[in-house]
């Protein structure tokens, strides 16, 4: 009964590879987010869409993208990797409240990147 | 500029004292604010929320807040802490109506250490 989660929970790669990272709510959520945690454990956000459409966009290299396929799912693809792409990767979702800021972002476990 | 601080990187105390974690913010009005749990290897955990209403919030495990609007913070406590609350703590921020939307912007974390 996992509510928001995450596939591969690690990832090992090798520089100039591309992989995607898969995430799931089953929380009847209408928003998802991605976050990027570095070495620091500083979070910052990414990216988030809103009903399958990208509604922030923060300044993040166009090798990332983003796909909604539907409102539970939310992947990250990610290309041409890089050494400073290593970090763990949080997906989250939360009920929209049209941008009042009133509403509860859940996490899934994280996806741990590391490009060599 | 806006921000979230959390002025110490690391806390240690001993099991079954009191803990306080300290929270900053800097707004322009009231942000909506959250304490992140962070357990190693593992996702984050939401421990509590403030929106508006009573100034002193329940959380779960134990824990609870307390938002000062003359201070620009949210501190959080617990009475007695035991060994499984070594963590990380992330403060964290939606500024709300004042702009941002659904942004949730993170301080750069606590990690609590329970001596036994």
């Known amino acids: 009964d996992t509510a928001v989660s995450q596939t591969p929970k690690y990832l090992v790669t090798q520089m100039g590879n591309d992989k995607s990272i898969k995430c799931e709510q089953n929380?009847?959520?209408?928003?998802m987010y991605w976050y990027k945690q570095d070495s620091k454990k500083f979070l910052k956000i990414m990216f988030s869409y809103n009903n399958k459409e990208l509604i922030i966009n923060e300044t993040v290299p166009n090798r990332f993208s983003p796909k909604s396929p539907d409102k539970a799912h939310l992947n990250l693809h990610i290309n041409s990797l890089e050494l400073g792409d290593s970090a763990v990767y949080f997906c989250?979702?939360?009920?929209?409240?049209?941008?009042?800021?009133?509403?509860?972002?859940?996490f899934g476990p994280g996806t741990r990147l590391l490009v060599l | 500029a806006q921000s979230v601080t959390q002025p110490d990187i690391h806390i240690t105390v001993s099991e079954g004292a009191s803990l306080e974690l300290r929270c900053n913010y800097s707004?322009?009005?009231?942000?909506?604010l959250f304490w992140y749990v962070q357990s190693p290897g593992q996702g984050l955990q939401l421990l509590l929320k403030y929106f508006s209403g009573d100034t002193l919030v329940q959380g779960i495990k134990g824990f609870e807040a307390e938002f000062k609007r003359s201070q620009s913070s949210f501190n959080l406590r617990k009475p007695s802490v035991h060994w499984s609350d070594a963590a990380e703590y992330f403060c964290?921020?939606?500024?709300?109506?004042?702009?941002?939307?659904?942004?949730?912007?993170f301080g750069t974390g606590t990690q609590l250490k329970v001596e036994l």
């Open positions: 929380l009847g959520h209408d928003t």
């Open positions: 964290a921020v939606i500024p709300g109506v004042t702009g941002g939307g659904n942004k949730l912007t």
């Open positions: 989250a979702s939360s009920q929209f409240r049209g941008g009042t800021g009133l509403e509860t972002q859940y």
């Open positions: 707004y322009g009005a009231t942000p909506y």
